[in-house]
Nanobody, 121 residues
Framework: QVQLVESGGGLVQPGGSLRLSCAAS????????MGWYRQAPGKERELVAV???????NYANAVKGRFTISRDNAKNTVALQMNNLKPEDTAVYYC???????????????WGQGTQVTVSS
């Protein structure tokens, strides 16, 4: 089993910053992709930012230039630095990891429990 534990959500004013962190534990041989998705009320879950284990990062257009993803492969952790937050960033943020538990098994998708980010004055 693999567990993803998130931390760092909260309430922040527009223009403020928050940092989300996620740590993966359990039966892990390799994590190919790790990152963040979010889901706002009444909307579908959407990609925010993900990072490959080679360091390639992909961002949603809505967060480019404001959010930065960082990853520590040795520790199986990923963080999301969110700057210049806007009310439309309000959502539950979920950590995601594509995990290979052991060779020659295939990778499986895993999700954290979610952490609430609210941007409001």
């Amino acid at each position: 089993q693999v567990q993803l534990v998130e931390s760092g959500g909260g309430l922040v004013q527009p223009g403020g910053s928050l940092r989300l962190s996620c740590a993966a534990s359990g039966k892990i041989f390799r994590i190919s992709t790790m990152g963040w998705y979010r889901q706002a009320p009444g909307k579908e879950r959407e990609l925010v930012a993900v990072s490959s284990d080679y360091g390639t990062a992909n961002y949603a257009n809505a967060v480019k230039g404001r959010f930065t993803i960082s990853r520590d492969n040795a520790k199986n952790t990923v963080a999301l630095q969110m700057n210049n937050l806007k009310p439309e960033d309000t959502a539950v943020y979920y950590c995601y990891a594509a995990v290979v538990p052991a060779l020659p098994l295939l990778e499986n998708d895993h999700w954290g429990q979610g952490t609430q980010v609210t941007v409001s004055s």
